[in-house]
Structures are given as C-alpha cells and as structure tokens.
C-alpha cells in the first residue's frame, strides 16, 4: 500500500520552504470599521495573495479568529466603536500567542503614545495612518517572516531530524500534557514501545544508510496509523514510542498486531535491494496510572515480546 506523509508534517516542510508568507493559505484579517480604509488594504494584500479576511468591529473580529484559528496576521484599528483596539488586541492574545498570530496595531491618531499601548496590550508591531505601501509591506512580510522562523524553531525543536516524527524532548512534554488531559478526563491512555529487532545486524549487513532508510520506513508506517492527536516519537536510536488515546485494550493489541505484521511483510526497498525487518511491541493500556509508570510497563512487555523470539506483540 501507499504510504502518506502525516498533513502536519507536509504543513511543516511548506514553513521549512520559507514560503508560507506568499502562500493563498496564509490568512490575515483586517479590522477597521471604516469600509473605505478596509477596501483600500485589501487592494494592497491583493498583491500578495493572501487569504484576506474583513471584520468591521472587535466583536466580528473575535467571531473570525474562532473561526479561522490559523489566522496568521491581524491588522487592527485603534478607534473603533464598542470594543477598542486595545482590548480587541488583549483578547486575541489571549487567544492566540505571539508564535500563533501576528498582531499590527493601525491608528491615524496619536502616533507614540498609541504605538506603545498597542505593543503593551500584546501587539507585534504599529502602523501609523496614512502609510506608505513600502513600509505596509515591509512590516507584514517581516511579521510573517517572524512567524516562519519560529515554526521553524520550532520544528527542529520537536522533530527528530532523521524520520520527521517527534523527538524525545517532545514526547515527555506534550506526552505529560495529553496523559493528564486525559486522566482529567476519566478516559484510558494507550502507550506502546516498539523496538526494532537485531537492528544491529541490518547495520551491519546492509550499512549504517540502510538502517537509516529503515528508520524512517517504519516511522512513516507508523505516522500513517494514528491520528494527529497521538503522538509518534522516536525516543531512542531504534525504539520509538506512542501515546494514544480513544482506544480500548483489545483494540489497541489489534491495530499494533496489523501494524507489526505490516511491517513484517513490507521489506524496504534500498537502492533496489529489498531489506525484511520485524518489530517486537509492548503495550500498556490503563486509566490512573502515572505517565512514567505506564512507559516502565511498556517497556517490560516490550522486553517480553523480545523474549518469546522477537516479531510480537505483548500487552
Ligand atoms: P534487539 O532485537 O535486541 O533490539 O537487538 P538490536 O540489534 O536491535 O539492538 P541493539 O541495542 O544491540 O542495537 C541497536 C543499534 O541501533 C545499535 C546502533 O548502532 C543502531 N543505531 C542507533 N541509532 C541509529 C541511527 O540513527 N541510524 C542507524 N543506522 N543505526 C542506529
Ligand atoms: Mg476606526
Ligand atoms: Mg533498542
Ligand atoms: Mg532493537
């Protein structure tokens, strides 16, 4: 069968590209109530081809920002009626942090002292009316940019370098947020480790760019089967690791039984040459015990899938 890259991953490498400030996709919202100023903007955005989005007071831009939550750029007029620039500044940021959402505070009055509340009540940066289209453009483009080099950041932060799934770093951080997300929530966790069997002999045979190619096989076969909630890693040299949730016991031994023997019967192919490997998985799936605790299980199973011949499942 075909294998897909997870859509995030695709979203990340188009960001890696440095192109997502030209992209149709990338979304700004201009917030003015006067319509004639708003018209005359999306005449100068029309240029780049963003995805331009109007709101004509803080409440309509609010209702926007629900909807489009990956807004990345808001153009907001100090003087409007009913809730001010300001405020409106204030509660997008609640919304939206600084690495979500860029935020230029516009005025035609008061110059300084505004430019400084807006940055105060969490703005990125100010506009003064009348502008010219250099510096218009200038500072949008420098905003998104910002964004860009953040998401970047971010991603080599998060990622493993090799096979694109998370790291360790990040599967104990956002790994701790969903397993008490979900404690919260009475619901059961599911965590596996998986274990590449005698890995050391595909390196070996085959050469240290073999067992890279088989790497990232099985991280993408991997990436394929869980959704974008649960969270893939690759927590040591050939041992990944997954946290999911929504899944019951009986379900979760099923999709990892299908997923060990899908590996089993996939060989990469490297260079032409087709190389077999299997994959031996322990299992813990449990409601109220501690992140650490339901790893420490994983892992003992994991070692009694390699102690029953490896290629197995244990849950
Ligand atoms: P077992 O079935 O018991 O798990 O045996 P194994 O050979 O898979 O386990 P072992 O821990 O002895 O070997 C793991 C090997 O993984 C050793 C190391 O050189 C290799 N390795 C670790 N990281 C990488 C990597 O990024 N790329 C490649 N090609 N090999 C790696
Ligand atoms: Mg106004
Ligand atoms: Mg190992
Ligand atoms: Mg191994």
């Given at each position: 069968y075909v294998l897909k890259d997870g859509p995030e991953n695709v979203d990340y490498v188009v960001r890696l590209l440095g192109r997502l400030h030209r992209n149709p996709q990338t979304k700004v919202l201009v917030v003015d109530d006067?319509?004639?100023?708003?018209?005359?903007?999306?005449?100068l955005l029309a240029a780049?081809?963003?995805?331009?989005?109007e709101a004509a007071s803080g409440e309509e831009a609010l209702a926007v920002l629900a909807e489009h939550p990956d807004l990345k750029l808001a153009l907001v007029d100090y003087s409007m009626p009913g809730m001010d620039g300001f405020a409106l500044v204030r509660e997008m940021r609640r919304r939206s942090g600084?690495?979500?959402?860029?935020?230029?505070?516009?005025?035609?009055v008061g110059g300084a002292r505004l430019s400084a509340r807006f940055i105060k009540s969490g703005a990125n940066d100010y506009l003064n009316k009348p502008f010219l289209a250099e510096e218009f453009y200038t500072r949008i483009t420098q905003n998104l940019e910002m964004l860009d080099h953040i998401a970047q950041v971010r991603y080599m932060a998060e990622r493993d370098?090799?096979?694109?799934?998370?790291n360790r770093r990040y599967f104990f951080s956002a790994g701790g947020?969903?397993?008490?997300?979900?404690?919260?929530?009475s619901q059961p966790a599911t965590v596996a480790m998986l274990d590449i069997d005698n890995f050391k002999a595909i390196n070996d045979t085959y050469g240290h760019e073999a067992g890279d190619a088989v790497l990232k096989?099985?991280?993408?076969?991997l990436v394929s089967r869980f959704r974008a909630s649960d969270i893939v890693a690759r927590i040591g040299g050939e041992e990944f690791c997954v946290l999911a949730s929504d899944m019951r016991a009986d379900q979760a031994r099923l999709?990892?039984?299908?997923?060990?023997?899908?590996?089993?019967e996939t060989p990469v192919d490297f260079d032409g040459q087709p190389i077999a490997y299997t994959v031996s998985i322990g299992l813990c799936?449990?409601?109220?015990?501690?992140?650490d605790d339901m790893l420490r299980e994983a892992d003992r199973m994991l070692y009694r899938s390699k102690a029953v011949g490896r290629n197995s499942v244990t849950l």
């Open positions: 006067s319509r004639s100023y708003r018209q005359a903007v999306l005449r780049h081809r963003y995805h331009v989005l600084k690495d979500k959402l860029a935020i230029i505070g516009v005025s035609a370098f090799l096979t694109r799934v998370f947020q969903l397993h008490a997300l979900l404690t919260r929530r096989h099985m991280a993408q076969l999709l990892f039984e299908e997923l060990r023997t899908a590996i089993a799936c449990a409601l109220g015990l501690s992140l």
